[in-house]
């Protein structure tokens, strides 16, 4: 299974962007998707994530302003993000909690590789 993100990129503060993950491999179902994001000299952090499809969790700093969305007949998950602030400057990262056909029902985690988003100010 390979997580490919796609629309990272430079924006003014007040700027809009839209990132793009597709998961690709034999998957059986996706219980989540999502996405965090890590800043230099910070930890990664959550920022939003779609659970089965429906629930929705949205990091504090960015409820209101990004909006999380699946195509679950395509294994993608976009991440809309509005408003952007220089603080929002990270590099992001897809998540993907799913299972695969004949492993047991085992649950297991992927990341993709990051994509850069930088707001100036």
């Known amino acids: 299974v390979q997580l490919v993100e796609s629309g990272g990129g430079l924006v003014q503060d007040g700027g809009s962007l839209r990132l793009s993950c597709a998961a690709s491999g034999t998957i059986l179902t996706i219980n989540s998707m999502g996405w965090y994001r890590q800043a230099p000299g910070k930890e990664r952090e959550l920022v939003a994530t779609m659970m089965n499809g429906i629930s929705t969790y949205y990091a504090d700093s960015v409820k209101g302003r990004f909006t999380i969305s699946r195509d679950n007949t395509k294994n993608t998950v976009s991440l809309q993000m509005d408003s952007l602030k220089p603080e929002d400057t990270a590099v992001y990262y897809c998540?993907?909690?799913?299972?695969?056909?004949?492993?047991?029902?085992?649950?297991?985690?992927?990341w993709g590789q990051g994509t850069q988003v930088t707001v100036s100010s």
């Open positions: 998540n993907a909690f799913l299972m695969q056909p004949d492993d047991d029902l085992r649950v297991r985690e992927y």
